[in-house]
């Protein structure tokens, strides 16, 4: 459920800012880029599923075991049908910074990157600078306009919708035991999605 804050002028104009860049034509100079990440627990079949045959479905049997935890950064350019997807060992700044490098490659000739985010620690200038110090981190970190939801108004961010998209179509019911196994879903659900162009409108 999503939990609307006091409407106070803060939110609020943080809100309109967001409001405001999506509602710009799409521009390749200056595309909108949305960025979330999504906690994926890993889980392992305890018994190996057993094979559908004539007259009877597949099935998998209810325990499992855990296997840990992982993170995927999406990003999605919603009115060019542009997505990105990052398999992480976690969210934590080093990985994130990695991730808008990532991202700033595939807009050489873009003036700026509008970014929207949410409000958490990692997303920020400092993620870049200390990764790649004062200099390539700030480069790189300008090559964005950020713009960040308001507290409690993450839902404004359309990068929920690409997560609910890669939760849906990409981890759906199955389970994933490893990281190199969630990076290589990620990677077909993220190749076949691009292929195809799909907005957020």
């Given at each position: 459920m999503?939990?609307?804050?006091?409407?106070?002028?803060?939110y609020?104009?943080?809100?309109?800012?967001?409001?405001?860049?999506y509602?710009?034509?799409?521009?390749?100079?200056?595309?909108?880029?949305c960025?979330?990440?999504k906690?994926?627990?890993?889980?392992?079949?305890?018994?190996p599923?057993?094979?559908?045959?004539?007259?009877?479905?597949?099935?998998?049997?209810?325990?499992?075991?855990?296997?840990?935890?992982?993170?995927?950064?999406?990003g999605?350019e919603?009115?060019a049908g542009?997505h990105?997807?990052?398999?992480?060992?976690n969210?934590?700044s080093?990985?994130?910074?990695?991730?808008?490098?990532?991202?700033?490659?595939?807009y050489p000739?873009?003036?700026?990157?509008?970014?929207?985010?949410?409000?958490?620690?990692?997303?920020?200038r400092?993620?870049?600078?200390d990764s790649?110090?004062?200099?390539?981190?700030?480069?790189?970190?300008?090559?964005f306009?950020?713009?960040?939801?308001?507290?409690?108004?993450?839902?404004?961010?359309?990068?929920e919708?690409?997560?609910?998209?890669?939760?849906?179509?990409?981890?759906?019911?199955?389970?994933?035991?490893?990281?190199q196994?969630?990076?290589r879903?990620?990677?077909?659900?993220?190749?076949?999605?691009?292929?195809?162009?799909?907005?957020?409108?």
């Open positions: 999503w939990c609307i804050a006091e409407l106070d002028e803060e609020i104009a943080c809100m309109e800012d967001v409001l405001a860049v509602e710009q034509p799409h521009c390749e100079e200056e595309p909108v880029v960025v979330d990440e906690p994926v627990v890993l889980h392992a079949d305890v018994r599923p057993r094979p559908a045959r004539p007259g009877r479905i597949a099935r998998r049997d209810s325990e499992y075991r855990r296997e840990g935890t992982a993170n995927v950064f999406c999605v919603p009115k542009r990105f997807t990052r398999v992480t060992p969210r934590s080093p990985q994130f910074a990695d991730f808008l490098v990532e991202i700033a490659s595939q000739k873009a003036k700026t990157i509008h970014l929207v985010m949410d409000n958490l620690s990692s997303h920020t400092k993620a870049l600078t790649f110090g004062e200099q390539i981190g700030g480069w790189i970190w300008n090559r306009t950020p713009h960040y939801t308001p507290k409690h108004g993450s839902w404004l961010n359309q990068a919708i690409e997560i609910g998209l890669f939760s849906r179509q990409c981890l759906g019911e199955r389970r994933i035991p490893t990281l196994d969630l990076e879903e990620a990677g077909a659900w993220n190749e076949t999605i691009n292929r195809h162009r799909v907005l957020i409108h």
